[in-house]
């Protein structure tokens, strides 16, 4: 049985990749066409954003949205995948670490950032991942990327002999890298550090509490044959701002017409027609509303195409865009 469009949203167990997640998901979908939002490494738990069937379309605008991590990061060592499952590579005793002085540290790693990424990652270098160059002897020189921690918060710290184990809170931008944080981080202390443990707790407005396991997933299906999803609507809801239409606005838009701009600037906008469907999504480009993606149902691109009239300007209290 082929699955209606919509998310599910998944707590992805330890030692899984996200690829292997989404391949149990096509299997207890019943459709190959399955992705997700946001790679998580192997060792990481919790939220993955997976989309099915239209609702695939969704996902590389949900991984436009701040993330939340919980994790555990060690500091006195260093590992040339700057976390757990990598080789120690150096160990620089952390007994002199102080709490003032991991807090200034902290401290200096939040806010707007230039992050170079991992050598051991999913990043793309001529056409081949920056992990498998990194295997073969090959690792690149990686560009920093502009990130933004909005909160790094240290909750615990704990002593194992040399060591210095510190858990961590980080609320950040999409493409941070929670490794690398940690990696800079003990660089910053002169000790080394890597991250021995990390949980994604949130994804945009996806919380931990909503996920399920894939043993979850997995007797959902069996007896309903299928898994329940969050429906294209309701998805799109919870992480756009909104915008009614009207049903000659939903058909002139989902045969690729533009609307009056919505007044929220390039940021992605829900917009639903009259009925509560999703019809696309907005964003405002030259001072008219285009979509970035149509999920228009059929019954909504049917009968006489109206055109637009032109907008003067942004639009105002009655372009009925609301927050998520």
Not at 240 to 258: M, N, V, Y
Request: proline share 6%; with cysteine.
């Amino acid at each position: 049985m082929t699955a209606p469009g919509g998310l599910v949203i998944v707590d992805k167990p330890a030692g899984w990749t996200s690829h292997d997640v989404v391949a149990r998901i096509r299997k207890l979908a019943g459709t190959k066409r399955v992705g997700h939002a946001g790679t998580l490494d192997p060792m990481a738990t919790g939220v993955l954003v997976v989309g099915v069937e239209k609702a695939t379309r969704l996902l590389g605008y949900l991984a436009l949205t701040e993330k939340e991590y919980t994790g555990t990061i060690r500091l006195g060592q260093t590992t040339d995948t700057d976390d757990a499952d990598g080789a120690v590579i150096e160990c620089v005793p952390a007994v002199k670490i102080g709490e003032d002085e991991l807090l200034r540290a902290v401290r200096a790693l939040t806010g707007e950032l230039s992050q170079v990424p991992p050598g051991v990652s999913a990043i793309k270098v001529g056409g081949r991942r920056s992990y498998q160059l990194a295997r073969a002897g090959q690792a690149p020189a990686l560009q920093p990327r502009a990130v933004t921690v909005s909160r790094f918060d240290v909750t615990a710290a704990r002593r194992d002999g040399d060591l210095l184990d510190a858990d961590v809170t980080v609320t950040c931008s999409s493409g941070t890298y929670i490794r690398a944080l940690a990696r800079d981080l003990g660089a910053a202390l002169g000790v080394g550090g890597h991250l021995t443990a990390l949980r994604r707790t949130r994804v945009g407005p996806y919380l931990v509490g909503q996920a399920r396991t894939l043993d979850q997933l997995a007797a959902e299906a069996g007896e309903a044959s299928g898994v329940e999803l969050t429906g294209l609507a309701e998805a799109a809801d919870a992480a756009f701002p909104r915008r009614e239409l009207s049903a000659d606005e939903a058909r002139l838009l989902s045969h690729g017409g533009k609307l009056s701009p919505t007044g929220v600037g390039p940021a992605p906008v829900a917009a639903f027609g009259p009925d509560g469907s999703l019809v696309a999504l907005l964003t405002d480009d030259g001072g008219r509303a285009r979509s970035l993606a149509v999920f228009a149902p059929e019954a909504v691109t049917t009968g006489p195409v109206k055109t637009a009239p032109a907008a003067a300007g942004p639009a105002g209290a009655d372009s009925a865009v609301a927050g998520p």
